[in-house]
């Protein structure tokens, strides 16, 4: 991956001098670089979720938009994996990637292709929708899922970091964001 001498690198546990999004919308940017990664899922062409406002800088022709099509959504990230690209497959809330679960169990974590999943934890504010929007299920997939890194970003100086270990890593990530975190 190509990075800019100028661009922060920013240490676990430090503060970073941009906030949530900004350090999202920078390592999308970052990633966006590689010839090989391309973005998929809903809101990824057109605006919608709080995940889409983070891909302005990212061109068009690396974004692929699907209609909601979970489950059929992993498949093509894992068979765009074996053909050898990187996907960044992109699910604004968990409780719609549950809709994948037999992508994510039974064929991403023992196949361990290089796919790279952004999914959400939806907003609780300004109205708190419940929690079919605000549901974390990272703990429960890191124990069926062995060989996938998952990991929450918690604040604004893992971000960057988080998504250039998982471009340079062999096997799948999956990386939870925040909604709330988005506003900083």
Partial sequence: MNISPNTPTPVLGSVCSFDYRAALSQAMEEMARNDR?????QGVRDSGTFMSTT?????????????????????????????GLIPVTIYPRWNFLLLAANQLVNHLDKMKSKVIVRVGVGSSKPLDPGPQHTSDFTDAFQLMMPNTYIRRLNNASDVITEYRQAIGRNGPSILVETADLYEG
């Fill in 37 to 41: 990664v391309v973005f998929l899922g």
């Fill in 55 to 83: 891909l302005q800088g990212v061109p068009l022709e690396k974004r692929i938009e699907l209609p909601v099509m979970e489950e059929t959504q992993l498949g093509m990230s894992i068979g765009m994996a074996l053909a």
